[in-house]
């Protein structure tokens, strides 16, 4: 999915709130978006969003003191995630459709993206939960039943910190089942790692491998070897969040998105409307790139 022009003001955006975070001086601030602004004009269109924000990414951690500034974040998320939990786990298995009830929560829980807006505030977080149960899931829900009944061994791609704890709760549903839950291979805004994956204790209920890229999505080429054969190899493939749709949606095998549409460009690509959520299986995807949905 290649880059529109929309995605250019998030990418501003994103390397402004990176360079905050950093111990530099406002002096030494300006000087570095400077860079970054005419990193920006050399963009290639070409390229899907993940692609370009990687690029911009890798270059402030090599001149920033930090290789991980949304570490902070990040653990600030986990944490708040983690007293949800419980009570969360309770009204799932609860719930008349536990499995539909767990996807419904990990889709919500995509609301910790702090590459498509930053400062996620606590309240906006738990009025998304809140507004969770009644949530209706649009796209290809009869299919990922059907497939998550047939798989006997399941690809999980996670997203970000703070929402891999909804995920777990969404596995906790995938029974009789072996998981492999693949994160990012190194930091990249507030994307999960191998130790937000530990924090969560994914480790307990499947294996966690990560995909030894540095990309907020999951850009294949760029990945390891072990983690593409893991993706050919599984019986069904699970990716979070709208970086994973953005790179993964032209891809020639069959993949489950789970995440809530964000943005106008992922509408158009997807045939869903802003806000909804949605189980898009990539075999099912409407061809919108000429015009407007309807």
């Known amino acids: 999915m290649k880059m529109s022009m929309d995605c250019i003001p998030c990418f501003v955006r994103q390397a402004a709130d990176t360079v905050k975070m950093s111990d530099l001086s406002d002096e030494e601030q300006k000087r570095l978006m400077q860079n970054v602004l005419q990193w920006i004009s ?17 270059r402030l951690r090599f001149i920033l003191p930090t290789d991980d500034p949304y570490r902070t974040a990040k653990d600030l998320h986990n944490k708040m995630a983690a007293g949800l939990i419980p009570s969360i786990r309770q009204h799932i298995n609860s719930s008349p459709d536990p499995l539909m009830m767990a996807v419904r929560y990990a889709i919500s829980g995509n609301i910790i993206d702090l590459g498509s807006k930053n400062n996620i505030s606590h309240e906006e977080i738990y009025a998304a939960l809140q507004s969770t149960p009644l949530q209706t899931i ?16 399941i690809l999980y791609l996670a997203d970000n910190a703070g929402e891999i704890f909804f995920d777990r709760l969404l596995i906790e549903q995938l029974s009789g089942v072996k998981i492999t839950m693949a994160v990012r291979g190194a930091p990249v805004i507030n994307d999960a790692t191998i130790t937000d994956a530990q924090a969560a204790k994914i480790d307990d209920i499947a294996e966690i491998i990560d995909n030894g890229s540095d990309a907020p999505g999951t850009i294949l080429n760029d990945c390891d070897m072990e983690f593409r054969r893991r993706f050919e190899e599984a019986d069904m493939v699970i990716a979070k969040g709208q970086g994973n749709f953005e790179t993964l949606s032209d891809e020639q095998r069959e993949i489950f998105f789970l995440f809530r549409i964000k943005c106008p460009t992922i509408s158009r690509h997807s045939g869903f409307c802003v806000g909804s959520y949605v189980v898009a299986n990539s075999f099912s995807l409407p061809d919108y790139s000429s015009g407007a949905v309807s």
């Open 138 to 153: 649009y796209g290809n829900v009869n299919s990922f039943k059907k497939a998550v009944q047939k798989a006997k061994n």
């Open 42 to 58: 050399e963009l290639d269109f070409n390229e899907t969003p993940p692609a370009v924000s990687q690029s911009i990414h890798r």
